[in-house]
């Protein structure tokens, strides 16, 4: 127990209990066991209906690189960034990214991969969802 957790008793406020604890963190790791559709499935609650599509497809296929919201992760930068968007890495970068790989050379993630199963169609539904995302940024 620190110094504030003691000063809190004393002004008489209640202190969560080691139970209500526990129940926050359990139920935390809840929501953590269940983010693969949760996360589908809050995000698309904003996400308007005709960009849901390209969410979804990007959540399959790119989300674990470029993270949900393509916000980036430890394997791959975000592509709700400045560098990426229409002027500098037109839509015909992103079919391109998917198709052959990238070789590194904005980043230190390393190569991005060519992506297995995807089709054209599915990375330009990708494409206007991350449009969207990068407007909502306001990126462009
Ligand atoms: C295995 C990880 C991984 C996955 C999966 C992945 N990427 Fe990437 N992507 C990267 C990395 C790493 C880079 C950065 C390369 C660099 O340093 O410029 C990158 C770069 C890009 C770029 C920039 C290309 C350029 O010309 O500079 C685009 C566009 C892109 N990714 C789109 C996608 C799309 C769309 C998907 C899903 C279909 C996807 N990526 C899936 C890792 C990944």
């Known amino acids: 127990m620190n110094k504030r957790d003691r ?9 969560p209990s080691r139970a209500a ?11 953590v066991s269940l983010s693969g559709t ?10 308007p209906v005709e960009f849901q599509p390209g969410e ?3 959540n399959n296929f790119c989300a674990r690189c470029h ?6 992760t430890k394997q791959g930068p ?4 400045k560098i990426y968007e229409p ?3 037109g839509d015909a970068a992103f079919q391109r990214a998917a198709a052959n790989g990238v070789r590194a050379h904005h980043w230190q993630f390393g190569d991005m991969p060519k992506i297995d199963g995807v089709k054209p169609e599915d990375v330009d539904q990708i494409v ?3 449009r969207w995302l990068q407007r909502q940024a306001g990126i462009m």
């Open 128 to 130: 206007k969802y991350v």
């Open 21 to 31: 604890i526990v129940l926050a963190l359990g139920s935390a790791l809840f929501a």
């Open 87 to 89: 002027n500098h890495h």
């Open 67 to 72: 993270g949900a919201e393509g916000i980036g």
């Open 78 to 81: 975000p592509l709700v960034h």
């Open 38 to 47: 949760l996360v589908a499935q809050s995000a698309s609650s904003k996400v």
């Open 56 to 58: 979804g497809k990007f």
């Open 7 to 15: 000063k809190r008793d004393k002004t008489g406020r209640v202190r």
